[in-house]
């Protein structure tokens, strides 16, 4: 029986099991309750031994779930009294990138994420979390704003990648990515990144040069999907598994080769199970790493990110 098909029979049961708690009453319930909660704590048990023995190509599959929580998600239970900007104040608003100031913790901070629709029409709208140049310039008017009034910056990443149309091109996607790139690099405050789904290519790393670097643990970040590098080296993209295994595109390899900070936990089945404790797993992390960054005076902060990702991809033979 392939994993999908058990985690679909162990939602199944948990439903059974929710709705015979309801219709069971009196002393019956007193004697059938001890096994429901143990056929309860049986299933917990299975679901996390399925989701120990997840391939790559099973975590790209979670970290794709349209149900996932996305970056305006996460603002509504995390920043308090949020304002969204919008614009690039040179050609339009690009809705794939969502933006503002609020506060987290009483904190005052700037917010920036990749936004993808829950719909068909809302991910037209969006691109389907594919920004155009407009997206990372607006992005960056408000890391530069961030700077100037001395507040720490959030990205949350989630994107297949920068959007590849025609007009993007036209009006300069690469040069938006590296200047993105260049000046995040230098900015003067301090930067928390966090990969929410999705952390493809510079369609990613445009938000990602930051103090801390942290994935969810059934996110990717990578250069290139798992079905384009099938596709480049074998020229059959049904081939994606063996990719994703290859480009160790999941968080414990992130981790283990330097580059992210650390794994924000989520639920076995994904963080679109329980969006609240996801965020309160984020709140936390942000929280200390916010109190971490804060004692470090800003030239010593600028070193410390210039030597964090010059240290990426260093190896030994």
Known sequence: MEKRDIENELKELQNKLDTLKQDV???????????????????????AELYRKITPIERV????????PTTLDYIKYLIKDFVQFHGDRRFMDDEAIVGGVGFFEKIPVTVIGHQKGRDVKDN??????????EGYRKALRLMQQAEK??????????????YPGLGAEERGQGEAIATNLYEMSTLRTPIISIVT???????????GVADRVFMLANT???????????SILWRDSSKSGEAAEALKIDANNCLMMGAIDDIIEEPHGGANEDHLKVAANMREKIRIALEELSQYSIETLLEQRYNKFRKIGQFKE
């Open 25 to 47: 009453q009196g002393d019956e319930k007193k004697a059938i309750l001890p096994i429901i909660n143990q056929l309860e704590e049986s299933a917990l048990s299975l679901k």
């Open 61 to 68: 599959q979670l970290a794709r779930n349209p149900n996932r």
């Open 124 to 133: 037209i709208k969006r691109h389907f979390g594919m920004p155009h140049p």
């Open 149 to 162: 009034f001395h507040r720490p910056i959030i990205n949350f990443i989630d994107t297949p990648g920068a």
């Open 197 to 207: 789904g999705e952390g493809g290519s510079g369609g990613a790393l445009a938000l």
């Open 220 to 230: 990717i970040y990578s250069v290139i999907s798992p079905e384009g590098c099938a």
